[in-house]
């Protein structure tokens, strides 16, 4: 048994092994052509990526309605979709090359509950306000950004998990103004260390109250000029 197994096994989910296989043997042959991802040795793959992207695997409710945002090669999206065929997953990305890798995997692997769009998260959010159960991003935008992606997709109740590394906390605190300007309530935070030493933080953001209709702004401005 080896470190991803582990984990698998951890989290009930064993029988997705050999689909993670798959997916990291066509990520590193997409990866030739459309520099997908700079981490590629598959230890490191199957650590940094898909162990890393199944931290939220327990904390999705049953049957929820999910959003991944800026889903890159697929992660946390693929593995979460593969792990908890109860919930349907919603891909979004701008970037038509991953969504065309995500599509190539959701084909290949058969995945019935996972969906990708090739979209701006800002234009996705006005469409599909107050739509999901859960929005997750990772590796997308400093928390500040991304609250401003992922809350108005979020149904008042529901939660945003962000994937952050170490200074996950310091992003936290310099967002606590925009997240309760944004409908935020509760925030709890689930903290790990990987084998290989790294230090990965799963923020859950608990949403008590709409969005205001003025958010996200258009333009690209979240990342322009930042919520305060």
């Not at 799963?202 to 008590?208: D, E, G, Q, R």
Request: charged share 25%; glycine share 8%.
């Amino acid at each position: 048994m080896d470190i991803l197994d582990g984990y698998l096994e951890r989290y009930g989910v064993r029988d997705i092994r050999g689909k993670l296989d798959f997916f990291y043997e066509e990520l590193i042959e997409w990866n030739e052509k459309f520099n997908l991802t700079a981490i590629t040795e598959k230890e490191e793959v199957y650590e940094k990526h898909f162990i890393d992207s199944l931290m939220a695997v327990t904390q999705l409710p049953r049957g929820a309605k999910v959003c991944d945002i800026g889903s890159g090669a697929g992660l946390p999206v693929i593995p979460l979709a593969l792990a908890r065929p109860d919930c349907t997953f919603t891909s979004v990305d701008s970037l038509n090359k991953r969504v065309g890798f995500i599509d190539h995997i959701i084909d290949e692997l058969e995945i019935d509950n996972c969906t990708a769009y090739h979209v701006r998260a800002e234009d996705w959010a006005q469409e599909h306000r107050e739509e999901y159960d859960v929005c997750t991003a990772r590796a997308v935008a400093p928390m500040n950004v991304l609250s401003e992606y992922c809350m108005p997709l979020v149904k008042k109740g529901g939660i945003m998990l962000a994937y952050k590394g170490a200074d996950g906390e310091k992003e936290l605190k310099a967002a606590a103004k925009a997240l309760k300007l944004l409908g935020a309530g509760n925030v709890n935070t689930l903290s790990t260390t990987l084998p290989c030493g790294d230090r990965r933080m799963l923020i859950a953001v608990h949403k008590i109250k709409p969005t205001p209709a003025a958010y996200p702004r258009g333009g690209n401005k979240p990342r322009l000029s930042p919520l305060a």
